[in-house]
C-alpha cells in the first residue's frame, strides 16, 4: 500500500478542500497532472449539475402530468405555467445533451478543444460554460 501526501487548500470561505495528492517517493501510485486534476473536478461538476438538472425535470414532468383544474380561469393560468415549464423542460434537456456530450469529450481525452477548429477553449471560458464544445471564436461564429 502506498502513502501518498496530500495539499490541503483552504476555499474563500475558509472550507477545506483537497486539490493535489501526490506520491511519495518510491511509491507506485501513479501521479496525476494539474491538468489531469482539474479535469477530475470538472467532470464531478458536470455529474452534479446532470443529476440536478434530472431532478429537476422529474419534477417538471410530475408537475406537468396533473390534472388541470375544472374552473376555466384556474385552467387558463394553469396552461400559461405548464407552457413555462415546458420551455424550463426543453431547455433542461438541451442542458443535459451538451452536458452529456462533454462528459463524452472528457472519457475521449478531447475535452478542452473545440470541436470545430480543435483549438484550445480558454480555462476561463471552460470555468464559465464547462460543457461547452467551442472556443469562443467558433461560438462567435456559430451565433452569427
Do not use: W
Not at 496530500?6 to 494539474?34: D, K, V, W
Not at 486534476?37 to 467532470?43: A, L, N, P, R, V
Not at 478531447?110 to 470555468?127: F, N, P, S
Amino acid at each position: 500500500m502506498s502513502k501518498t501526501h496530500g495539499c490541503i487548500c483552504l476555499n474563500r470561505n475558509g472550507g477545506r478542500r483537497y486539490r493535489r495528492r501526490t506520491a511519495f517517493p518510491g511509491s507506485s501510485r501513479p501521479q496525476l497532472s494539474e491538468k489531469q486534476m482539474k479535469t477530475k473536478e470538472i467532470k464531478q461538476d458536470l455529474e452534479d449539475r446532470r443529476r440536478g438538472i434530472e431532478r429537476r425535470l422529474a419534477a417538471i414532468e410530475s408537475d406537468l402530468g396533473r390534472q388541470l383544474d375544472p374552473d376555466s380561469a384556474d385552467r387558463a393560468i394553469e396552461t400559461e405555467n405548464d407552457e413555462v415549464l415546458m420551455g424550463m423542460e426543453r431547455s433542461g434537456r438541451e442542458e443535459l445533451k451538451a452536458i452529456s456530450s462533454a462528459l463524452d469529450r472528457i472519457e475521449s481525452g478531447t475535452y478542452g478543444r473545440c470541436v470545430l477548429c480543435d483549438a484550445e477553449i480558454g480555462e476561463q471560458r471552460l470555468e464559465a460554460l464547462p460543457f461547452t464544445p467551442y472556443c469562443v471564436e467558433c461560438a462567435r461564429g456559430a451565433a452569427q
